[in-house]
């Protein structure tokens, strides 16, 4: 109807949407059927709540404007409390009002009526009466009561607690996944020693049977060889592992940290209640996340040195004994008479 009506006036006048972004509009325009050009204010309202709602989320991508509005409904729940006792106050005030007009005290029994009046008064509306000092005193209330109560303050405390479970687990399986690989290193270490003297027995064994050592002498070559080949194996599968150790306890530790951070604000969460600060907290949480990577960065050096190198420098220094044992065994030996 509103296209029709358009075309029939002969001038394709832009929709709301169009005219406030000033760019050109299409006849077949997404916009024109919801926002037509006799309505400007109604796109003008929605464009100023999307743009908001951008703004407010590029500061807390997370929540939005969600904090701000339970902010907002906190108020307003404050200011309606303070309306009904407001309210309450002016009710009372109008009723003594009332029973005192056209009464004058004279003499004391008149006062006593009054006082017995202004008591059945307070009885009757609650509060203390007026003129006199005492005020109505709150209990403060717990503070997880008040996050019981606030929407944003509850939603925050059960991600937080959820991560931090997420992040148990993840400590769990990196810690199972470092003894694992220091099992395997062990083991690498095992099937060294193990293999060199299983070696050197069997070399031993068959130079002390051969008839010719001369002969067992000339092919000793081949396991050297093989022994050599074995042990620059274990070498390099030991150095892989312990790259993979070291990986492991990194993640593990940055683990660990995202977990006492964690702690911490639900800690802070859970002993400040609706004081609690949404976008300052959040935002410090992540400056210190930041931070940390960034300390972190700044810190890894290229190291020329590593402790791990030193089993790898014995392994081999073990290799070329093992290497040099097998060549004297197999022809140090003495002829047979």
Not at 106 to 122: N, V, Y
Request: aromatic share 6%.
């Amino acid at each position: 109807m509103k296209e029709a009506g358009r075309q029939q006036h002969g001038t394709a006048s832009p929709c709301a949407a169009c005219k406030l972004l000033r760019r050109r509009c299409a006849w077949d325009c997404v916009f024109a059927p919801h926002f037509p050009a006799d309505e400007p204010q109604k796109f003008a309202n929605v464009h100023r709540v999307l743009v908001y709602e951008a703004n407010a989320r590029v500061r807390d991508p997370v929540y939005g404007c969600v904090g701000v509005i339970s902010s907002l409904h906190c108020q307003v729940q404050a200011l309606e409390a303070q309306l009904a006792m407001a309210q309450a106050q002016m009710v009372r005030l109008r009723m003594l009002a009332h029973l005192d007009f056209g009464r004058s005290p004279t003499g004391t029994g008149s006062t006593t009526t009054e006082d017995d009046r202004r008591r059945k008064l307070q009885r009757l509306v609650g509060g203390p009466p007026p003129g006199s000092s005492a005020a109505p005193c709150h209990k403060p209330r717990h503070p997880l009561h008040q996050i019981a109560e606030s929407a944003t303050h509850k939603l925050l405390l059960k991600q937080w607690m959820k991560e931090e479970e997420i992040v148990a687990r993840r400590v769990a399986l990196r810690e199972s996944r470092v003894d694992a690989v220091r099992g395997q290193i062990a083991a690498l270490y095992c099937l060294f020693f193990v293999l060199h003297s299983l070696v050197l027995l069997l070399l031993y064994h068959a130079s002390a049977s051969a008839r010719p050592p001369s002969a067992a002498c000339r092919r000793s070559w081949i396991p050297c060889l093989c022994s050599l080949v074995c042990s620059l194996a274990i070498v390099w599968a030991v150095r892989y592992k312990a790259d993979t150790e070291s990986v492991l306890e990194r993640l593990l530790e940055r683990e660990r940290e995202d977990g006492l951070l964690l702690a911490k604000c639900v800690e802070e969460l859970k002993r400040k209640g609706a004081e609690f600060d949404l976008l300052k907290e959040v935002d410090a949480l992540r400056r210190a996340k930041s931070l940390r990577v960034e300390a972190k960065g700044g810190a890894a050096k290229v190291r020329k040195w590593s402790a791990r190198d030193l089993a790898a420098m014995v392994l081999l220094a073990l290799s070329c004994g093992a290497l040099g044992l097998t060549r004297f065994v197999l022809c140090n030996q003495e002829p047979r008479s």
